[in-house]
């Protein structure tokens, strides 16, 4: 999964991740979910988040990124690539409900 940014938005400072098909309980159990997940910065490896098997949101800090400055403001993008999962009735599918950001100006 990639995500573009427009260099305009605030930096990014945290992930947030619904793993799994989290709709209902049958659901989650059903489809697969992610273990680890590699994140990717502009094509390089930043960090691999290592997710619990639960339907909660889970969040995970990256630190401070982007481009944004006064000078300019370059488009940017940040990846994840699933690259362990959790056993699952269905191994073929693996599902992530939902990845949303928080971040600041700083």
């Known amino acids: 999964i990639e995500f573009s940014f427009s260099g305009k938005v605030p930096y990014i400072t945290d992930v947030f991740i ?4 989290v709709r ?5 159990e ?3 979910r992610a273990r680890k997940i590699l994140v990717k910065y502009e094509d390089s490896p930043i960090a691999v ?16 990124l982007g481009h944004y400055t006064t ?4 488009d ?9 999962i959790f056993d699952a009735q269905e ?7 939902e990845i949303f950001f928080e971040g600041k100006d700083f």
């Open 24 to 28: 209902d309980k049958k659901s989650w």
């Open 76 to 84: 940017w993008t940040l990846s994840f690539e699933i690259i362990d």
């Open 30 to 32: 059903r489809y697969g």
């Open 49 to 64: 988040l290592v997710l619990e098997n639960s339907r909660a949101f889970q969040k995970f800090n990256l630190g401070k």
């Open 18 to 21: 619904f793993n799994g098909h």
């Open 91 to 97: 191994k073929a599918t693996v599902a992530l409900t």
């Open 71 to 74: 000078e300019s403001h370059p």
